[in-house]
């Protein structure tokens, strides 16, 4: 019987702003390989804490910078085909508050980012879990307006 896959440790930010007139929006990225809309996120870098590899994560794969929280929000899970073997990822999620939305970023050929409000982004992601986070985060948000 062969052996199960540990999950993987990986970190992701979820770049949020609020709009005067629009309310709370989140930034979401392409991924390269399939095109779904996801949270920029990675393997946590050497020499990074898992907030900071989201945030490097951040200016990598949607050119933005900001505030990132220390302390996740939660976690989703996914599987991905190019894992020897197949593998789960297990994701910490980061808010990260965005200050700067860069016009040129090092994966920008690679993936287009766009702005989306909550119930938005919550039906253009995959992972079941990540919807729920979406929406948690959403009304915890608005609970300290």
Known sequence: MPKPVDPVEQSAALAWRRKKKRGLEYLLVTSRDTGRWVLP???????????????????????????????????????????KGGGTLNVAVFPLKVAELADSWPEKSQRTRKWMDPEAAAKAVAEPELKTLLAAFARQFAETD
């Open 41 to 83: 996120k990675g393997y946590v870098a050497d020499g990074h804490t898992p907030p900071s590899s989201a945030a490097k994560e951040a200016w990598e794969e949607a050119g933005i910078r900001g505030e990132i929280a220390d302390r996740e929000i939660g976690r989703y899970c996914y599987r991905k085909l190019e894992i």
